[in-house]
């Protein structure tokens, strides 16, 4: 939705010039970072056989990223190729469907691992018995059907986009679709996007005011409890700064886009400079949108249980290993 546009006052030369070297340079970051991901929850996976809930939760949000990031060459390939899609309708539905879920399938993860941390502040031993149980694994089977069966109407959106078979991502002509497309945005914002960062706000204000305040026996916060709220700012900046322009910008464009083409507006909403910065600010919120699936292996790593603690001994194993081979080189030179 969020990088389509009609050919009256076109942005095509914008968005070429935009959407390769952004979605190209996320493809690389994120799959760098999410394959050291991958190494890391194996490596703990086959050390303790076992997964807790919160990392369930985050590799979920692993593999929901990597879908999202691995979808990207494909958006890249069509402004590359000169805004023409060699891959087939049905692949243009499946690409739409795929980015879209996935990109709220990576919300809702955040919401259970921002609920979790706010359980291990305020019901510890909640906490632990569901980091001791199933409940991940139930809980991501129910995001992931729940999601599926809810973005599955940007399957016929998508479907009825465009009726030029080499398009993709487009808006048509009509202004029939548009509405259905605003009308499905409205109820994607609200329970995609508003609930969930309610939820986040919340938990994450909640979990920064509790680790300031000081315990019992302090007379100041420790600091890493200053540096455990630095994370819950630096998490919640990430998901605003990548989401919130995206959303508010989508619902902006196609309304703007639906005025446009049924002329139902004031002269200044109709004129093509107007059009276009909607547009380009539209191109530019979805790059943002985009980039939050390659910025989170770096809350895998602070946030992640045991992951500081793998690398650490990783890089302590290199470097004895490093001094044991010194030692028995000086020994063989004696």
């Known amino acids: 939705m969020g990088d389509m546009n009609s050919t009256n006052c076109s942005i095509d030369d914008f968005k070429r010039?935009?959407?390769?070297?952004?979605?190209?340079?996320?493809?690389?970051?994120?799959?760098?970072?999410?394959?050291?991901?991958?190494?890391?929850?194996?490596?703990?996976?086959?050390k303790k056989r076992r997964l807790t809930s919160v990392n369930v939760f985050m590799v979920n949000l692993l593999v929901s990223d990597l879908m999202q990031v691995c979808s990207l060459p494909f958006r890249a390939s069509y402004y590359l190729s000169g805004s023409k899609w060699l891959f087939?309708?049905?692949?243009?539905?499946?690409?739409?469907?795929?980015?879209?879920?996935?990109?709220?399938?990576?919300?809702?993860?955040?919401?259970?691992?921002?609920i979790?941390?706010?359980?291990?502040?305020?019901?510890?031993?909640?906490?632990?018995?569901?980091?001791?149980?199933?409940?991940?694994?139930?809980?991501?089977?129910?995001?992931?059907?729940?999601?599926?069966?809810?973005?599955?109407?940007?399957?016929?959106?998508?479907?009825?986009?465009?009726?030029?078979?080499?398009?993709?991502?487009?808006?048509?002509?009509?202004?029939?679709?548009?509405?259905?497309l605003i009308v499905i945005n409205n109820t994607t914002v609200a329970m995609g996007f508003v609930v969930p960062m309610a939820i986040i706000l919340w938990c994450s204000v909640f979990v920064a005011c509790r680790l300031l305040k000081p315990g019992p026996a302090q007379c100041k916060a420790t600091t890493s409890r200053k540096k455990g709220c630095a994370l819950v700012i630096i998490n919640l900046g990430f998901f605003l700064i990548c989401y919130l322009p995206y959303h508010v910008m989508r619902a902006i464009f196609l309304k703007a886009e639906w005025n446009w083409k049924t002329h139902n507006s004031t002269q200044l909403i109709q004129s093509c400079d107007y059009i276009q910065g909607v547009r380009k600010a539209a191109v530019m919120t979805l790059c943002l949108g985009a980039a939050n699936s390659c910025l989170d292996p770096i809350l895998f790593f602070f946030v992640g249980e045991n992951f500081k603690s793998f690398f650490m001994k990783l890089l302590w194993t290199k470097k004895r290993s490093k001094c044991q081979q010194r030692a028995e080189l000086q020994e063989l030179q004696n």
């Open 17 to 46: 010039s935009v959407f390769p070297i952004a979605y190209l340079l996320i493809f690389i970051l994120g799959v760098v970072g999410h394959s050291i991901s991958i190494y890391v929850f194996f490596s703990l996976w086959r």
């Open 88 to 114: 087939g309708p049905l692949a243009c539905r499946l690409l739409f469907y795929v980015f879209y879920l996935n990109m709220y399938s990576s919300i809702y993860f955040l919401v259970f691992l921002n």
């Open 116 to 180: 979790m941390r706010y359980l291990a502040l305020i019901r510890p031993y909640l906490f632990q018995q569901l980091q001791n149980c199933c409940s991940g694994y139930v809980i991501s089977l129910v995001i992931w059907l729940f999601l599926s069966l809810v973005s599955s109407p940007l399957l016929i959106a998508s479907s009825s986009s465009t009726n030029v078979t080499d398009k993709c991502m487009e808006l048509p002509e009509d202004s029939k679709p548009i509405r259905m």
